[in-house]
């Protein structure tokens, strides 16, 4: 079970994770620059077009990955049914792993680096709280749900702070994230 959600898995998600975070985290110098100058207007639009591109770029990577997880497991390593389900499972953890990324980014590129370190140390206590719980509850799948439920809290905490900090046009980051989840399912 631990190679199974320890290391099979989390080698084949980690690509589409580095893909779309690195695509995504091409707007920190942007960020940065616009942070010197005090343009706060252009900040709030530039986190709304870097979580689109975000979630342009993963959400349709990780329903991809979702789709086509038995041949790609079977591929590299051999037919396992509870290999496939977890690599499923994690393909849609995957976009909270991407999205914590992304996010940690814009807060170190607007100087907020001590904010993203504590909410990172909340994460990490959430993780090891429920860790136990999930496994009791879960058993194999309980870290991945763990992790799925820390990751959430974080992205939570940091998007609330953003907002706050810089009040990015969210009915519309909320409308294009629709009409992706949207084109997404379909193609699904």
């Known amino acids: 079970y631990y190679s199974l959600f320890g290391f099979q898995a989390n080698k084949l998600i980690m690509i589409i994770v580095s893909l779309s ?16 100058k005090g343009d706060k207007k252009d900040i709030e639009n530039q986190i709304g077009n870097t979580l689109e591109l975000f979630f342009f770029i993963m959400i349709p990577s990780a329903l991809g990955m979702y789709a086509v997880s038995q041949p790609l497991w ?24 991407g999205l914590f990324t992304v996010l940690a980014a814009v807060l170190q590129a607007l100087y907020q680096n001590r904010l993203a370190i504590k909410y990172l140390v909340i994460g990490f206590i959430v993780k090891v709280v429920i860790q136990v719980p999930m496994i009791w509850l879960f058993h194999e799948f309980g870290p991945l749900v763990a992790t799925s439920i820390s990751m ?14 810089y009040p990015f046009n969210i009915e519309r980051t909320e409308h294009r994230l629709s009409g992706i989840l949207l084109f997404s399912v379909t193609l699904f």
């Open 152 to 165: 959430a809290v974080l992205c939570w905490l940091m998007l609330r702070k953003l907002y706050q900090i």
């Open 74 to 97: 079977t591929t590299f390593y051999r037919y396992d049914a509870e290999g496939i389900a977890m690599l499923q499972f994690s393909s849609i953890m995957s976009i909270l792993l």
């Open 21 to 36: 975070t690195a695509m995504a985290v091409t707007a920190v110098p942007i960020l940065s620059g616009l942070f010197a």
